[in-house]
C-alpha cells in the first residue's frame, strides 16, 4: 500500500497499527531501516518458497501460546521431538464444544432447519441439534439425510460418515478439503518409497505391540501366565524392528497378535453362572463375520477407531486412502488402518474391558446366530456411548507432559506425522502411554 501511494506522488513517514483487543493504536515511522528490513523478509520468504526449506519453529516464543494455529503448527513439540531441553506447553486452544453426531435409529431423517439440523426419529422421538455443536456427523445402517443437510455439512467442512448397520466402515463424505497439496505430494512420494515403507511399518507395529503389553501389565494382576506373555511380547517387538520386508513383518505381527489375545481373554470378568455364563467366552480373534460377542465388539471399535482416525488424517491435508504399511485397495482408508494400530490396545480394547467388566453390556445386548454375531440397537447404542466416552477421557502425554484428550490426540498425531513426511521431525513419534 505505501509503495503504491508513493507510485502516485504522495509522500508517506509514517502508519500506524492497530490492535482490536486491547483498542491500542501503535505509531509506526517508516525510515529506511524499516523498509530495509521489510524488503530483506519478503526476499527471504520467496527464497523459503523457491527452495521449498519449512523455516524451524519459534523457541519458547511468548507469541505462540494466544496464536491461533499453535494448535496446527505444534512449535513447542516439534522443538521438543528435535531434542529441545524445554518443556512443551500444553496446547492452548479455545474450548471446541462440538462433539460427533451419532444416529443409529433405522429409518431415522435428518433435515436442517434453519441453523440446526433436526433428527425425526421413530424410535427415540424428534432431536434438534445446532450445528455448531456438531463436529461430524455418523449414519449407522438405513438413515435418511436430505440434500440440503448434506450441502450445509459439506460447506461447512463437517465430515458425514456411512457405517453399515453393525458398524462397518463405508465410506466418508466431506467438502473440498484441506488444500496443502504439498503435503500430499510428499504422502504419496514416501509411499512409494519401499525402505521408507518398511521402516515407519517396523515401528508402528513395535508401538502396537508395546501398547498391547501396557494394556495385559495394566489389567492382568491375578494372571498366573502374565509374565510369560508380557515376555513373548518383548520379544516380539524387538524381533519387528528386524523384519526383512513387509511380508516378514506381517507375520511377526500375527504371532504377537496370536499371544495378546489370549491372554486377552483372561482380563475378562469371569462370566456368572447360569444363562451369562456362554457369551463373553473368548477364545481368539475371528471376524467378518465376528463369531461371538466380544468379537463382535471388537469389530465395531475397530471400526469406529478407523472412522475417527479417516476424519482426523483428513482434516490435517493427509489422503487418508494412501498408507505405507497396510496395502492400498478400493475404498481402503489404508493411512486410518495405519495409524490406528498403536491405539487398538489403548482405546478399542480398553472400552471392550471396561463394558464387560463392568457390566455395562450383558448377554441380552447380542443377537447370536449360525452366520455371526452383532450387538442389538440398544446394546450398539451402549457400546457407542462408552466409546464416545473413552475418546473424551483426557491422559498426560507421555512425551509432553500436559494433558489431553484422547479424541485429541488423534489430531494432535495427525499433524506430527505431517511434520514428519515433510521432513520437519528425524522420526515419527507413536503413542506409548506408560
Not at 455443536?133 to 461447512?156: K, M, Q, W, Y
Request: net charge positive.
Amino acid at each position: 500500500m505505501q509503495h503504491q501511494l508513493e507510485e502516485h506522488g504522495y509522500r508517506v513517514t509514517e502508519g500506524a497499527i492497530w490492535y482490536a483487543e486491547s483498542r491500542e493504536r501503535v505509531r509506526i515511522e517508516l525510515d529506511d531501516a524499516l523498509r530495509t528490513a521489510a524488503r530483506t523478509a519478503v526476499h527471504e520468504l520467496r527464497l523459503l518458497v523457491a527452495q521449498g526449506r519449512i523455516p524451524p519453529p519459534l523457541s519458547d516464543s511468548p507469541k505462540c501460546p494466544r496464536c491461533a494455529l499453535v494448535a496446527i503448527c505444534l512449535p513447542d513439540e516439534v522443538a521438543a521431538l528435535r531434542g529441545s531441553a524445554l518443556a512443551p506447553r500444553p496446547i492452548a486452544v479455545p474450548a471446541d464444544d462440538a462433539l460427533p453426531l451419532i444416529v443409529q435409529s433405522q429409518r431415522a431423517r435428518i433435515n436442517k432447519e434453519g441453523e440446526t439440523l433436526k433428527i425425526a426419529d421413530e424410535e427415540q422421538g424428534d432431536t434438534t441439534v445446532r450445528l455448531i455443536d456438531v463436529s461430524d456427523l455418523v449414519l449407522f445402517g438405513n438413515v435418511h439425510i436430505t440434500t440440503p443437510a448434506l450441502a450445509t455439512l459439506l460447506e461447512r467442512d463437517i465430515p458425514v460418515t456411512f457405517l453399515s448397520h453393525g458398524g462397518w466402515f463405508r465410506g466418508i463424505a466431506h467438502g473440498l478439503g484441506h488444500r496443502n497439496v504439498e503435503l500430499r505430494t510428499a504422502q504419496y512420494r514416501q509411499s512409494f518409497d519401499e525402505a521408507f515403507c518398511l521402516r515407519f511399518a517396523r515401528d508402528l507395529v513395535a508401538a502396537k505391540i508395546a501398547n498391547q503389553r501396557t494394556i495385559l501389565r495394566r489389567n492382568g494382576r491375578d494372571d498366573p501366565d502374565r509374565a510369560l506373555a508380557l515376555d513373548r511380547l518383548s520379544a516380539a517387538r524387538k524381533t519387528s524392528g528386524r523384519a526383512a520386508s513387509l511380508g516378514e513383518l506381517l507375520g511377526f505381527e500375527g504371532d504377537a497378535a496370536a499371544v495378546y489375545f489370549r491372554a486377552f481373554a483372561r482380563l475378562l470378568a469371569p462370566p456368572k453362572a447360569g444363562a451369562d455364563a456362554v457369551p463373553f467366552q473368548f477364545d481368539a480373534r475371528n471376524r467378518r463375520p465376528p463369531m461371538d460377542p466380544v468379537n463382535a465388539m471388537l469389530s465395531l471399535a475397530y471400526a469406529m477407531l478407523a472412522r475417527h482416525f479417516t476424519v482426523a488424517l483428513a482434516s490435517v491435508g493427509l489422503d487418508p486412502y494412501r498408507g505405507f504399511y497396510h496395502a492400498p485397495r478400493y475404498g481402503r482408508p489404508a493411512l486410518a488402518l495405519d495409524m490406528m494400530e498403536p491405539f487398538r490396545p489403548i482405546i478399542a480394547d480398553s472400552v471392550v474391558l471396561s463394558v464387560v467388566n463392568t457390566g455395562e453390556i450383558d448377554a441380552g445386548d447380542f443377537v447370536v446366530a449360525t452366520t455371526g454375531t452383532a450387538l442389538t440397537s440398544a446394546g450398539r447404542r451402549r457400546f457407542v456411548e462408552a466409546f464416545e466416552r473413552r475418546l473424551s477421557q483426557e491422559t498426560t502425554h507421555p512425551l509432553f507432559g500436559y494433558r489431553v484428550s484422547m479424541r485429541r490426540l488423534l489430531l494432535v498425531q495427525g499433524r506430527l506425522l505431517s511434520r514428519y513426511l515433510l521432513g520437519e521431525l528425524p522420526t515419527f513419534p507413536h503413542l506409548l502411554p506408560r
